[in-house]
């Protein structure tokens, strides 16, 4: 039978540590890694998409206020696409609702459009922030699993000593580099998560602070017509 030191790393070889690491900590190991996979297809998806309907919205806005055909601006297809396009039809719906019977009760008709915008910035605020929580998730919860990990294979260590009645470097250094092993990948899989959560939350908070600005101008000019009903 082969011992521990004839086995074990030589040098720091992330595959030869975790093939000579303990099965409980092999299972911490790869469960971070699936946890740091995730969090970059989340980093980049987000990226991606929020990138992309602030462009459409920006586009969007500068269009809105050009044309003087408000259904055309907000079509059927221009709502499954745009925030804006759904912030502005929001409030349209709730304008016409108001506006068929009379008399118009103005200052409810106002209140009810106000809401109704605001509703839809915080819906949109919170579809883009969706899987955001993963990321909060993974960066306050992986350096723990880690450190879970690092504890029992540092337990397994002591256990060898026990076993071939030894305490030199040998026999310990081994286990523990593989134990440590998995609080690194724990800091790899939850450093770029907290990084991405906080840049990620500000843009969130941004987005939604340009929708309102515009749901605010929109408001505006539907009250102007509603002073005209």
């Known amino acids: 039978m082969m011992s521990a030191a004839a086995i074990a790393p030589t040098s720091l070889d992330p595959v030869e540590l975790f093939l000579a690491a303990d099965i409980v900590v092999q299972a911490v190991i790869v469960g971070l890694i699936l946890a740091s996979i995730w969090t970059w297809t989340i980093i980049v998806s987000f990226s991606l998409r929020a990138n992309g309907l602030s462009a459409k919205s920006r586009s969007y806005e500068g269009d809105f206020w050009e044309t003087k055909d408000r259904e055309a601006a907000l079509s059927k297809k221009m709502r499954s696409q745009i925030p804006s396009a759904r912030v502005a039809g929001a409030g349209l719906d709730e304008w016409r609702r108001s506006t068929k019977n009379s008399p118009v009760d103005r200052d ?37 699993v880690g450190l879970f990990g690092t504890v029992w294979g540092i337990m397994n260590s002591f256990f060898q000593i026990g076993a071939q009645q030894s305490a030199s470097l040998a026999v310990v250094a081994p286990g523990i580099a593989e134990a440590l092993f998995a609080t690194a990948i724990g800091l790899f899989a939850a450093i770029p998560a907290v990084i991405a959560y906080n840049r990620f939350s500000n843009s969130v908070n941004q987005y939604e602070a340009r929708l309102q600005r515009f749901a605010d101008k929109v408001h505006a000019g539907l009250s102007r017509e509603l002073d005209k009903a």
């Open 108 to 144: 409810a008709a106002r209140q009810r459009i106000g809401a109704a915008m605001e509703s839809q910035v915080g819906h949109e605020a919170d579809e883009l922030a969706g899987r955001l929580n993963f990321l909060a998730t993974t960066g306050s919860v992986a350096p723990f």
